[in-house]
């Protein structure tokens, strides 16, 4: 199989090439780079046994649909994103241009490309809004009632596959993650919470919790999110499934299980709570279960180990 991965050099994108050139696949890699970072991709670049191409490519170029008409891959794992909620806010023009308009260039590449399928990165934590604590964990049958413009463009992305699928036999996938974490990923932006406390505990500096700890997230790996985006280049079309554990991990519980990990026995320091934070968020991985075969298997304290490892032995490289 030809493969094509938007985002291909982010954490996510990066770890799901690795994965598809170990099975066997072409693979080819657009990215601007704005997140992402061609380290990611020394494997998939220097193995010459592997088929891989990378292109530096904003989503938003029109450059983006005659190279994928070009490279014609059979399956698009569309991952690249302005992922930061509260740069939407701030910038919501900004926000739209990448995740509506991008993703509209992609859906176009496709179409023009022959492509089979587009598997997509979608948001658990942003599509669904506030959801009340007893539809927790949440399920896909929820009101999609976003509150954010990340959230409104990822619904809005969502709409557009339905579109493609109807108008033009463009089969998809979406998958709405929840928290991602795993190596890789940035520990100096905002989104990664284990990253940012692996990046502070191993460098001897104080983490910071906003509010009192007791929100919660979905944390799921990123081995265990790649394995799913693979199952979907196969199975699940037509379908918007939930990819993460079903299970609530508050922010104090993951500080203190790293921070052991860590040898770290300091406190964290709290400072105030951040606005618009979700309270609570976890996703029922049922239909993924069903649909996908897919089932998360990395627990937390497996996860953030590996997280700590990985970041200790950058430091050292």
């Given at each position: 199989m030809r493969a094509l991965v938007?985002?291909?050099?982010?954490?996510?994108?990066?770890?799901?090439?690795?994965r598809l050139l170990a099975e066997g696949h072409a693979v080819d890699a657009l990215d601007d780079l704005s997140t992402g970072s061609l380290s990611n991709l020394v494997d998939a670049r220097s193995n010459?046994?592997?088929?891989?191409?990378?292109?530096?490519?904003?989503?938003?170029?029109?450059?983006?649909?005659?190279?994928?008409?070009?490279?014609?891959?059979?399956?698009?794992?569309?991952?690249?994103?302005?992922?930061?909620?509260?740069?939407?806010?701030?910038?919501?023009?900004?926000?739209?241009?990448?995740?509506?308009?991008?993703?509209?260039?992609?859906?176009?590449?496709?179409?023009?490309?022959?492509?089979?399928?587009?598997?997509?990165?979608?948001?658990?934590?942003?599509?669904?809004?506030?959801?009340?604590p007893s539809d927790l964990p949440a399920r896909e049958t929820l009101p999609?009632?976003?509150l954010s413009p990340y959230g409104v463009a990822k619904k809005t992305a969502g709409d557009y596959l339905v579109a493609y699928r109807e108008l033009h036999q463009?089969?998809?996938?979406?998958?709405?993650?929840?928290n991602v974490y795993g190596p890789r990923q940035d520990p100096h932006g905002e989104a990664g919470v284990v990253a940012i406390f692996a990046g502070r505990l191993l460098a001897g500096e104080r983490c910071k919790i906003f509010?009192?700890?007791?929100?919660?997230?979905?944390?799921?790996?990123v081995d265990d999110v790649v394995d799913a985006f693979v199952r979907a280049g196969e199975r699940g079309d037509g379908l918007l499934m939930n990819i993460g554990t079903g299970k609530e991990t508050s922010v104090n519980q993951l500080y203190d299980a790293m921070a052991k990990a860590a040898g770290v026995a300091e406190p964290a320091e709290y400072a105030p709570e951040r606005p618009g934070e979700l309270r609570r968020s976890s996703l029922?991985?049922?239909?993924?279960?069903?649909?996908?075969?897919?089932?998360?298997?990395?627990?937390m304290d497996v996860g953030s180990r590996s997280v700590l490892d990985w970041f200790g032995s950058a430091r050292e490289s």
């Open positions: 938007t985002g291909g050099a982010g954490f996510i994108g990066s770890t799901l090439v690795d010459p046994d592997h088929d891989f191409t990378f292109q530096r490519l904003d989503v938003r170029s029109e450059q983006v649909v005659p190279i994928m008409a070009r490279r014609q891959p059979e399956v698009v794992f569309h991952l690249a994103a302005q992922a930061d909620v509260r740069v939407s806010v701030a910038k919501p023009v900004f926000d739209a241009e990448v995740n509506i308009l991008g993703t509209l260039q992609v859906l176009e590449g496709a179409r023009q490309a022959g492509a089979r399928k587009v598997v997509f990165a979608s948001s658990g934590g942003t599509i669904y809004g506030d959801v009340d999609q009632r976003p463009l089969e998809f996938t979406a998958l709405a993650l929840a509010g009192d700890g007791e929100q919660t997230r979905d944390f799921v790996f029922d991985p049922g239909r993924a279960t069903i649909h996908l075969g897919w089932k998360p298997w990395t627990t």
